[in-house]
C-alpha cells in the first residue's frame, strides 16, 4: 500500500458508494485509460478471470468451438475456455520470452483448419510481465483472421516498443488480484479500442439488464463489475504503479548481481531489445548438468529458513484437467516448469529481507 489508498476508500463510506459502481470505479477506468494511452477503454471488473471470460463471449466462442492457449501459464488464462463449453488448444512456449511459440502456434492453426475447426480466438500472456512476440503473433492472427486475447494480468507497466502491455491485442485483460504489482485485493479489467465493446461488457458484467423499468433480461449476464470500495484501492495503487515497477525491476537486478559468476544458472531476463519487463516475478532456471543441483535443492534450502519460492507455472498440457486436450510443441514448458523457480519478488522486500534471502541464495554460487 501507498498511504492514500485508504483515504479513496474513506471517501467512498462516507458518500455510501459501496455498490459495483460509483467515482472510485470511474476514475479507476480513467487513470488506467490514460495510463495505457493508445485509445484504450477500461471496464474495471471483479477479476482477471472475469475479464477473460466476458473477452470470449464479446469474441462469440460458444460450445464446442477451440480456443488456442499458451500452455505455459496460470490455469485462469484456460479456464474461461471451458466456461464457454469450448475446447482448449494449447501451444508450447519459445526460449526467449517462455510466452507461446509463433512455429507452434502456426502449426496447430494449421492442423485445426486442416480438420474442420479454425480456432476461434488465441489467448497470448506475457508470462511473469514478460511481453510475448507481439509482431509474430499478431502477424499470425492477422494471416488466419483469428483475433487475440491478449492476457495482460501480469504484464501492468511491461512494454514492448514502447507501448504499454495491455493494448495489444484485438481484446486485453488486466489482474488486480492481491499479488499482482498492484492490487485491489481482488479485480481486473478488460481493455479494448471500441467503445462499443467496453459498454457491451460493462452490460455482462451488471447482469445483461436491458433498458426497462423493470428487470427484464434478453441475455444471459453475470455479476463481474468491481465495487466502488475495491476500486478506491486501485485509484491510490496507481499513484505507486511506477514506484512498483522499479522495485520489481531492482529485485531482478538483485538476483542477477548474486548468479552473475554461476555457470548453470539463469536469471530470467529481456532477449529482446525492445522489449521491456515489469519483471512482476524473478526466475532462474538451474541446469542440474552444470551446477550439480537441481531446483528443488535451492527451494528447499529457502523453505529451512521460512521463505517462500514456488515451481514456475506446471504447463496447462500437463494438468490432470486439460489431459485430454491437443498440444502442439515440444518439451520447453515442460522443461521450463522442471528446472525453474519463481523467487521473492515482492514490492514491500527491505535490506534484511534481502539479506536473508542472499545469504541463502549465496552457497549456491
Known amino acids: 500500500m501507498g498511504g492514500t489508498e485508504q483515504s479513496y476508500v474513506n471517501e467512498a463510506f462516507n458518500t455510501n458508494w459501496v455498490a459495483p459502481l460509483g467515482p472510485n470505479v470511474n476514475a479507476f477506468e480513467i487513470s488506467l485509460q490514460e495510463y495505457l494511452g493508445d485509445d484504450s477503454y477500461v471496464a474495471a471488473l471483479s477479476s482477471g478471470t472475469a475479464a477473460l471470460h466476458l473477452a470470449l463471449i464479446l469474441l462469440g466462442v460458444q460450445q464446442n468451438d477451440e480456443v488456442i492457449c499458451q500452455s505455459m501459464t496460470f490455469s485462469a488464462s484456460a479456464n474461461p475456455i471451458v466456461y464457454?463449453?469450448?475446447?482448449?488448444?494449447?501451444?508450447?512456449?519459445?526460449?526467449?520470452?517462455?510466452?507461446?511459440?509463433?512455429?507452434?502456434?502456426?502449426?496447430?492453426?494449421?492442423?485445426?483448419?486442416?480438420?474442420?475447426?479454425?480456432?476461434?480466438?488465441?489467448?497470448?500472456?506475457?508470462?511473469?510481465?514478460?511481453?510475448?512476440?507481439?509482431?509474430?503473433?499478431?502477424?499470425?492472427?492477422?494471416?488466419?483472421?483469428?483475433?487475440?486475447?491478449?492476457?495482460?494480468?501480469?504484464?501492468?507497466?511491461?512494454?514492448?516498443?514502447?507501448?504499454?502491455?495491455?493494448?495489444?491485442?484485438?481484446?486485453?485483460?488486466?489482474?488486480?488480484?492481491?499479488n499482482k504489482i498492484i492490487t485491489t485485493s481482488g479485480g481486473g479489467a478488460l481493455v479494448t479500442k471500441d467503445s462499443n465493446?467496453?459498454?457491451?461488457?460493462?452490460?455482462?458484467?451488471?447482469?445483461?439488464?436491458?433498458?426497462?423499468?423493470?428487470?427484464?433480461?434478453?441475455?444471459?449476464?453475470?455479476?463481474?463489475?468491481?465495487?466502488?470500495?475495491?476500486?478506491?484501492?486501485?485509484?491510490?495503487?496507481?499513484?505507486i504503479l511506477d514506484k512498483h515497477i522499479a522495485l520489481r525491476r531492482a529485485m531482478n537486478s538483485f538476483y542477477k548481481d548474486i548468479f552473475k559468476n554461476t555457470k548453470g544458472v539463469h536469471v530470467f531476463n529481456e532477449t529482446l531489445s525492445h522489449s521491456f519487463s515489469n519483471h512482476w516475478l524473478s526466475c532462474i532456471t538451474i541446469n542440474e548438468e552444470v551446477?550439480?543441483?537441481?531446483?528443488?535443492?535451492?527451494?528447499?534450502?529457502?523453505?529451512?529458513?521460512?521463505?517462500?519460492?514456488?515451481?514456475?507455472?506446471?504447463?496447462?498440457?500437463?494438468?490432470?484437467?486439460?489431459?485430454?486436450?491437443?498440444?502442439?510443441?515440444?518439451?520447453?514448458?515442460?522443461?521450463?516448469?522442471?528446472?525453474?523457480?519463481?523467487?521473492?519478488?515482492?514490492?514491500?522486500?527491505?535490506?534484511?529481507?534481502?539479506?536473508?534471502?542472499?545469504?541463502?541464495l549465496i552457497k549456491f554460487t
Open 197 to 239: 465493446i467496453k459498454e457491451k461488457a460493462i452490460f455482462l458484467a451488471t447482469q445483461a439488464r436491458d433498458q426497462a423499468p423493470h428487470y427484464q433480461h434478453s441475455q444471459i449476464g453475470y455479476n463481474y463489475r468491481l465495487s466502488n470500495i475495491c476500486a478506491g484501492i486501485g485509484r491510490g495503487q496507481m499513484e
Open 291 to 360: 551446477t550439480g543441483y537441481n531446483s528443488n535443492a535451492i527451494r528447499e534450502a529457502l523453505e529451512q529458513e521460512n521463505i517462500e519460492c514456488r515451481p514456475l507455472w506446471k504447463p496447462m498440457h500437463l494438468q490432470p484437467v486439460f489431459v485430454d486436450a491437443p498440444y502442439y510443441g515440444m518439451d520447453i514448458s515442460e522443461n521450463l516448469f522442471k528446472n525453474g523457480l519463481c523467487l521473492p519478488s515482492g514490492s514491500n522486500l527491505d535490506e534484511k529481507d534481502k539479506e536473508r534471502i542472499r545469504k541463502v
Open 84 to 178: 464457454q463449453g469450448a475446447t482448449p488448444i494449447f501451444v508450447d512456449s519459445e526460449k526467449d520470452s517462455w510466452n507461446i511459440c509463433p512455429k507452434f502456434l502456426e502449426e496447430a492453426i494449421k492442423d485445426r483448419i486442416s480438420k474442420g475447426k479454425k480456432p476461434k480466438a488465441i489467448i497470448a500472456v506475457h508470462l511473469y510481465g514478460m511481453p510475448y512476440k507481439v509482431d509474430e503473433i499478431s502477424a499470425i492472427s492477422t494471416k488466419y483472421g483469428i483475433p487475440i486475447v491478449e492476457d495482460s494480468a501480469e504484464a501492468l507497466g511491461s512494454t514492448y516498443k514502447r507501448r504499454k502491455c495491455g493494448t495489444f491485442g484485438d481484446i486485453s485483460i488486466l489482474s488486480f488480484n492481491g
